[in-house]
């Protein structure tokens, strides 16, 4: 059934594949966003240009509009939670706010066993209303407090028929702004060595057409709080010994007892895994990680490798 379907944010990294997607099934797509980053939609999409960060502008350019789905990739804190709350409270038939494997940090080496959903009482989380969540000096710091406190603010409230997609690390080839399994390939690439934690704990990853995929499924769906996003399988810091191996190259693998030390980004001295049964229970089943992270490691290769010829010609 074709819908009416609000993004907020998705013109970039994985945002950008699930507005092409939803806009092949035939639905009818609007893209919110500052108007900072161009995309490639032309005229298939409407577009309106806010921040969502503020209030009266929100409910300015929302205010005579209703959607049947809404995606909310740009909320990261109780402030942007509340907003969407005030803004969408009886406009949006189902709200989707994508979310993060890092709500589980603090729960890693405490758990001995993959993270599940009820790991974390949405309801027994407290908000942090004075906390500087604007300080962009301390977004990094800040990134998984405010993940999970916007999900309990809107659990909490309950006027937005509400579910979070807890995202495990998304690995490309390209686009992904965090440059992490670029880094991993350019240290290889470059004969350096890995120092990674001794503790070498395993964790959970996507690829872009995973998570994609998982998002146009949850949009159908009709289930509401969290729900954990993973792939199946997982991997550790050692992913520079696979990707050394499909190279060609030696796996310079130093283990470090000191987390100063360690350039390895996917590092942790736990296991920080994430199950993903109630996904499975609800009907939506993950591909394998080893279904799609050789081709991916070579294609990213190929890609640097491209990137550092036209790079050398241009010099």
Known sequence: M???????????FFGKHLVRRLLAQGHRVTIATRGQTPDDFGNTVQRLQVNRRDEAAMHAVFAH???DLVYDQMCYSPLDAAIALDVFAGKAGRYL???TIETYRHLVGTIQRPLSEDDLDLGQ??????YPWRDPALADASYAAGKLQAEAVLLQDGRLPFASLRIAHVLAAQDDFTGRLASYVRTV??????HHLAGVGRTSFLNVEAVVDAMLWAGQADFLGPLNLACAG?????????IAQLLGKPALLQASFDAET??????????????????????????????WLDKLILDLHAHLQATDAEAACLS
Do not use: C, E
Not at 2 to 12: D, P, Q, V, W
């Open 125 to 130: 989380v407290s908000i942090d209303w004075h």
């Open 189 to 194: 690439q470059q004969g350096l060595p890995s």
């Open 2 to 12: 074709r819908k009416n379907i609000l993004i907020i944010g998705g013109t970039r």
């Open 234 to 242: 997982s991997l550790s810091a050692p992913l520079h010994a696979r």
């Open 262 to 291: 360690a350039n390895s980004p996917f590092d942790y001295s736990h296991d920080y895994v994430m199950d993903t049964t109630r996904a499975h229970s609800l009907g939506h089943t993950f591909p394998a990680i080893d279904s």
């Open 65 to 67: 509009t209703s959607y």
């Open 97 to 99: 706010m994508s979310s």
